[in-house]
T-cell receptor
Framework: QKEVEQDPGPLSVPEGAIVSLNCTYSNSAFQYFMWYRQYSRKGPELLMYTYSSGNKEDGRFTAQVDKSSKYISLFIRDSQPSDSATYLCAMSRTGANSKLTFGKGITLSVRP | NAGVTQTPKFRVLKTGQSMTLLCAQDMNHEYMYWYRQDPGMGLRLIHYSVGEGTTAKGEVPDGYNVSRLKKQNFLLGLESAAPSQTSVYFC????????????????FGPGTRLTVL
């Protein structure tokens, strides 16, 4: 079993839809959880960052972590064509020698 | 502030040729990373550095070497390129490591698209 599993997609939604992107993980030591957004032919950029469990909201984006289920989600409200990108979840343990483990990414397309 | 830059943007190699990819950052970051991104595989860590003069192996280090002679630069070398190394290579940098509290966001460069024939 991979440490981080992410639905492969692709996902296509109409403009204005609520989008839910999800990742599951197997390593209970993961404490830091991130969502990166990657536009076509660009490098990833950090979108949301959460430590341990709970929710975090930033504008139309909400990141949710459920450590008991080893499950993280990214919700996008009122989706826009500019949200069309690949979304990668990433997570790490605590400690100086830990590294980021990425999901495979899911490509989202928001239709006007 | 240029952030993280990568040179070159594209390259085509023949099997057995060598090349060096250059990554430069102007944010005074201690940590630097090299990833490769392949369809269906996500981002995989090749090598990383926790400071000038240090390097360490990541998840997929075979066939690659790295050097961090200056804090702002991180070089990735392919000594004898193979078709399996066809990929998009991303460099990233961060102030702290991903497992440390505080400012540990990884900033990525634009990528280098490498094809090995």
């Amino acid at each position: 079993q991979k440490e981080v599993e992410q639905d492969p997609g692709p996902l296509s939604v109409p403009e204005g839809a609520i989008v839910s992107l999800n990742c599951t993980y197997s390593n209970s030591a993961f404490q830091y959880f991130m969502w990166y957004r990657q536009y076509s032919r660009k490098g990833p950029e950090l979108l949301m960052y959460t430590y341990s469990s709970g929710n975090k909201e930033d504008g139309r984006f909400t990141a949710q972590v459920d450590k008991s289920s080893k499950y993280i989600s990214l919700f996008i409200r009122d989706s826009q064509p500019s949200d069309s990108a690949t979304y990668l979840c990433a997570m790490s343990r605590t400690g100086a020698n830990s590294k980021l483990t990425f999901g495979k990414g899911i490509t989202l397309s928001v239709r006007p | 502030n240029a952030g993280v830059t990568q040179t070159p943007k594209f390259r085509v190699l023949k099997t057995g040729q060598s090349m060096t990819l250059l990554c430069a950052q102007d944010m005074n970051h201690e940590y630097m990373y090299w990833y490769r991104q392949d369809p269906g595989m996500g981002l995989r860590l090749i090598h990383y550095s926790v400071g000038e003069g240090t390097t360490a192996k990541g998840e997929v280090p075979d066939g690659y070497n790295v050097s961090r002679l200056k804090k702002q630069n991180f070089l990735l070398g392919l000594e004898s390129a193979a078709p399996s190394q066809t990929s998009v290579y991303f460099c990233a940098s961060s102030y702290g490591g991903p497992g440390l509290a505080g400012d540990n966001e990884q900033f990525f460069g634009p990528g280098t698209r490498l094809t090995v024939l």
